[in-house]
């Protein structure tokens, strides 16, 4: 009976890599707090965490224990299935991309080819785009289940802003799948390690981009949603324990993804800068390396977030907006007929 | 059962008791999100198609786009009272009739159709992966592509027009 015709080796080495993507995910998001706090600390001139641990290195266990033995609340007026549901969809919607992010090339182990991708699909860049689309959920359903006017204000806030950032970003995309010409993230990987980064072809799109990127995490110089002077504390107000955990560590993960998948798009993905990888042939310390390298890059994105959000103050609501439909909408447009023309021409 | 038809059968299943949920729930928002899960069963048919871009473009458009800003209107409906007016009880049999001609006519229609000579060929065919589809439409179909992208535009310089007025 050929109920499961699988190769069961495919599924363990599969099932092995998600868990250790996942892991090296949540343990990036859970030091990116940690992270955030030092650099807010050194840009604010003062010490930041520096009591659990060496440099306040156990600060994040910390936090994480006290967020898990918090009393746990669930409001009476709330719906309380979707209020528990809305926290958990964000925090899947923002771990799903990871999958079909290159983290490295393929290794040689116990005979066997391993690709550092969980799935090299078709459509990558693509699927990255609808689950991002589909992160606006987590906080909408959350805003709404919570029966409470500052949480569902600050939910539609949200959604606005996500759906409006979610336009030029998808033109920026045309133009960079225009060079590339393919949406497979596999692909364009492999076309910057043996050639240029993407980001001297697209300089204009990688700026479109990162923009939209700070606007789709919530981050400052865009965190209206969490606008704390004029909705006490945003959608996630009536959280509490872990569920408000939750919603705070999905934005931390989400910053990650998001520098590892303009990593990817525009900054070579896994290539090592200035290294030809091939010369040093089949070794697997050179997987190891690339993945480093790709996680070196993300990192600094995830720096330069939380660099701008301690020296930039935030936008009004209108110039949110503004800024969206009016500017960079245009300025997409005209960097994808840039884009056009220029591929058309060199053809 | 091979895993396709394992995947089919949920997938149909979860499509058909989505939408039968969708229809009878009484506050708009859950029947919303009803609809959602229903687009994630039909997306997933179109994967089991091998038609990639469909099942992608469905998810981004559909999914993430089209209900995100049904859910927008409904949230800002004050749903905890029971404000939908009481509908006319000949309202309601009109609506059955007329739903009830529309599945006859779908029936009919599909009844004389060569569709059950034509199975559906899962996992395989790749004229739904992107390379192929955008080919076929830009040079087989591009008069047809042309003239509705003309009409999407039609359509929203129109909303425009119209939130204008007032």
């Not at chain 1, 009536?238 to 525009?266: C, D, H, P, Q, R």
């Not at chain 2, 008069?143 to 909303?159: D, K, N, Q, R, Y």
Request: with cysteine.
């Amino acid at each position: 009976m050929h109920l499961l015709a699988i190769d069961w080796f495919l599924l363990i080495e599969k099932a092995i890599l998600i868990l250790l993507i996942v892991t090296v995910c949540l343990v990036t998001a859970m030091y990116a707090t940690w992270g955030e706090r030092k650099v807010a600390a050194i840009i604010q001139d003062r010490r930041g965490p520096n009591r659990a641990g060496p440099f306040g290195l156990f600060q994040p266990l910390a936090d994480g224990l006290k967020l898990f033995m918090k009393e746990e609340i669930i409001p009476n007026a709330s719906v309380k299935f979707l209020f528990v549901l809305g926290p958990g969809i964000a925090m899947v919607t923002a771990l799903m991309t990871s999958a079909v992010i290159p983290w490295g090339g393929t290794i040689h182990i116990f005979g066997r080819d391993i690709a550092l991708q969980i799935a090299d699909i078709n459509v990558g860049i693509l699927f990255v785009f609808a689950i991002v689309s589909m992160g606006v959920y987590g906080i909408m359903i959350g805003g709404w289940a919570s029966n409470n006017k500052f949480s569902l204000l600050a939910a539609i806030r949200g959604a606005s802003q996500m759906i409006s950032y979610e336009l030029p970003m998808g033109l920026a995309l045309i133009s960079l799948l225009m060079v590339t010409g393919s949406v497979r993230l596999g692909v364009f990987v492999d076309q910057q390690v043996n050639g240029v980064w993407n980001v001297v072809y697209q300089p204009l799109g990688f700026f479109i981009f990162f923009i939209c990127a700070l606007a789709e995490c919530n981050r400052t110089p865009f965190d209206l949603p969490e606008a704390e002077n004029e909705l006490n504390f945003g959608y996630h107000q009536e959280y509490s324990s872990m569920k408000l955990g939750f919603y705070l560590f999905a934005e931390y993960i989400n910053m990650f993804i998001s520098g590892v998948v303009m990593s990817t798009l525009y900054f070579g993905g896994y290539d090592i800068p200035f290294v030809n990888e091939a010369a040093f042939g089949d070794v697997w310390w050179i997987g190891a390396l690339e993945f480093l390298a790709l996680m070196a890059k993300g990192l600094i994105f995830v720096f330069i977030f939380m660099w701008i959000r301690w020296t930039i103050p935030r936008f009004r609501y209108d110039q949110l907006m503004d800024l969206g439909w009016k500017k960079l909408v245009p300025l997409a447009l005209l960097n994808m007929l840039i884009t056009a023309v220029v591929v058309l021409w060199r053809n | 059962m091979s895993i396709t038809q394992i995947l089919f059968w949920v997938l149909t299943a979860m499509a058909i008791g989505s939408s039968l949920m969708m229809i009878t729930r009484k506050n708009p928002v859950y029947s919303v999100l009803w609809l959602i899960m229903t687009f994630f069963a039909i997306s997933g048919h179109y994967l089991l198609m091998n038609a990639q871009f469909l099942f992608i473009v469905n998810l981004i458009v559909y999914t993430g786009a089209i209900m995100v800003l049904f859910l927008y209107v409904l949230m800002l409906i004050d749903l905890r009272h029971d404000t939908e007016p009481r509908k006319n009880k000949w309202l309601k049999f009109a609506g059955a009739v007329a739903g009830g001609c529309l599945l006859l006519v779908i029936v009919a229609a599909l009844k004389d159709s060569d569709i059950k000579s034509n199975v559906v060929q899962t996992g395989e065919g790749d004229i739904g992966l992107i390379a192929n589809l955008g080919k076929a439409l830009f040079n087989e179909y591009v008069v047809p592509f042309e003239i509705s992208s003309i009409l999407f535009l039609s359509a929203m310089v129109g909303a425009v027009v119209i939130g204008k007025k007032e």
